[in-house]
């Protein structure tokens, strides 16, 4: 299945581009920003970005999400607060509200379904 294309930000390009050089683990994510559009001003508002607070359904099992996407530094589970070098955090990046993302887990394959998306006043 071909992959929809996503939308970052300049801003969090750079800010991503930067962490992927010093974090292990992040192919997944330099993969991510290789196939993104990259958006000088401000990306539609509802485009998961960093600091992004989103909704999003488990098909499989149905259970929803509550989550904000952060940078590795602010990330707290029992929070909320979902790092975008985490798996799932990787794989929502750049999407909107409505899209569904094929999603591997232990059990085989699901979809995720983002149902709503806030990204704070001012981001970019």
């Given at each position: ?30 993969e991510e920003l290789d196939r ?11 485009v998961v970005q960093v600091n ?73």
């Open positions: 299945m071909k992959k929809k294309q996503i939308i970052v930000s300049l801003h969090d390009y750079e800010i991503l581009k930067t962490l992927c050089y010093h974090a292990p683990g992040t192919d997944k994510l330099r993104a559009t990259v958006r000088k001003g401000k990306v539609p508002a509802d992004s607070t989103l909704k999003f359904r488990d098909e499989r099992s149905g259970a929803i999400r509550s989550v904000q996407l952060v940078l590795p530094a602010a990330s707290n589970l029992q929070l909320g607060k979902l790092s975008i070098l985490s798996p799932i955090g990787t794989a929502l990046l750049g999407y909107s509200t409505g899209d569904v993302i094929d999603w591997e887990v232990p059990a085989g394959k699901t979809q995720l379904h983002i149902l709503d998306v806030t990204n704070p006043e001012g981001s970019v």
